[in-house]
């Protein structure tokens, strides 16, 4: 396949935008070659500014769960575009999606909308902070939560592909208050606690690590955060901006039945608009203004576009919960394929799956947190990336990302997935 027209408009993208794209990832970087420029999509597919067809794994990160262009949700947002785009006043779609989301997910009583995941998670620590009056925060090498200056701390895919973990402009001053632990090792968390004693605010955590590819959590491990949280007046952060409306109607708190003091979404929520959210039990919510004396705002806040997509996409979901059954059994049939023909061609290498989240990493060991991996063989991966993207097929330009599954996927996709998979490992 060519990548002609692409390339052109990279180029020119080049000329305006910090290295042609407005999201990091979006670069070639890891890979090498050049970002593939979208023209439009449908379903499982992507077609691209060259008149290719691409079979997608991305999803624009995770949220079209039910494919690109899924029908109710461009409808309603067409319906409400006609109506006026933005107001900066309350509308009753606000309250329809909030009481929705509310009754999907275990555990929350009041549910505030922002633009993005970042903001959800940047406002999750201000109110933690505010609830408990304690400054430090903890969070887990290689989880991603979003670039506020608080968590740009070994934080997964972007930050690791870019090499900057620690990113300039952040100042000493924040990044000592937040601590760093290894993601599923509880002693390593309990030093940390023991260590700071009344001083820790939250511990955030991606319930399911999904931004160093996808890794599940160990038995026990949330289970055991979720004491010690209680133990020490620690609040409990679960970043489901990931996980949220796609792993269970509920997220990782139905999926293992720990629940969180606050839950962070995004991605799925908004439908494919610019969305996020963040949830908890009313008295703690209650501590942002205009009721309480935690400050969180936004012009765009609960936008009526944004909501529109987000309540079409919801409504789907929970009027069509076996939808969950579907995407797991998918992802499984395809991470048995994969596992079939990389074992046949003698290839090193360890699958992570759950639900509708997949990782292939270059490694034999398991892949349990940051470092572990870190270990696999990135030249590989380059390999496996450039000769999927010649067969058809787009998985995210970085060994370090999730695939997500989508309903749109069709077994024969699977099937053309994994035949191409065979095609190209033997060219390792
Ligand atoms: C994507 C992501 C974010 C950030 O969301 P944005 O909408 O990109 O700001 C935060 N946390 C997790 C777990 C994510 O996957």
């Not at 009056?133 to 290689?142: L, P, T, V, W």
């Not at 000592?176 to 390593?188: I, P, V």
Request: hydrophobic fraction near 45%; include cysteine.
């Amino acid at each position: 396949m060519l990548y002609k027209r692409s390339s052109q408009l990279f180029a020119d993208a080049e000329k305006v935008i910090p290295g042609g794209v407005n999201s990091p990832v979006r670069a070639f970087k890891a890979v090498g070659g050049t970002p593939i420029f979208v023209k439009s999509a449908k379903g499982a597919y992507l077609y691209d500014e060259d008149g290719n067809k691409l079979i997608d794994y991305i999803n624009s990160w995770g949220p079209m769960v039910l494919g690109h262009a899924y029908e109710p949700v461009v409808e309603a947002v067409i319906e409400r575009a006609k109506l006026g785009t933005s107001f900066g006043m309350p509308t009753e779609l606000e309250t329809q999606i909030a009481a929705l989301a509310i009754k999907m997910v275990p555990n929350i009583d009041k549910i505030r909308f922002v633009n993005s995941g970042t903001e959800a998670c940047m406002s999750a620590i201000r109110l933690a902070r505010g609830y408990t009056k304690r400054d430090k925060i903890i969070k887990f090498a290689g989880c991603y939560h979003g670039h506020s200056d608080s968590f740009l701390i070994q934080a997964g895919s972007g930050a690791i592909t870019f090499g900057s973990p620690n990113s300039p402009g952040v100042t000493a001053g924040t990044a000592k208050d937040t601590l760093l632990a290894r993601y599923n090792d509880l002693d390593n968390v309990v030093e940390l606690i023991t260590a700071n004693p009344n001083e820790i605010a939250a511990i955030i955590v991606e319930p399911v690590a999904g931004n160093m590819g996808c890794i599940p959590p160990k038995e026990g491990f949330l289970e055991g955060l979720r004491q010690l949280c209680t133990d020490n007046g620690i609040l409990l952060i679960f970043d489901e901006v990931m996980t949220g409306f796609r792993l269970a109607a509920g997220g990782v708190q139905e999926l293992v039945g720990v629940t969180s003091d606050i839950v962070c979404f995004g991605k799925v929520i908004g439908g494919g608009l610019p969305v996020g959210a963040f949830a908890a039990r009313a008295e703690i919510m209650n501590y942002l203004a205009p009721l309480g004396p935690v400050y969180q705002a936004g012009t765009l806040s609960g936008n009526p576009l944004a909501m529109a997509a987000g309540l079409a996409m919801l409504q789907a979901l929970d009027a069509d919960r076996d939808v969950f059954n579907r995407l797991k059994d998918k992802t499984a049939y395809l991470a048995a394929g994969i596992d079939r023909v990389l074992r046949n061609n003698n290839v090193v290498f360890t699958i992570n799956t759950i639900g509708s989240m997949i990782s292939v990493h270059f490694d034999e060991n398991a892949v349990v947190d940051f470092q572990t991996a870190a270990k696999g063989d990135n030249e590989t991966f380059k390999k496996f990336f450039h000769g999927l993207l010649q067969e058809g097929i787009y998985i995210a330009p970085s060994a370090y990302e999730t695939w997500f599954i989508t309903d749109a996927l069709t077994y024969e996709d699977l099937d053309f997935t994994i035949q191409a998979i065979d095609k190209v490992s033997k060219t390792f």
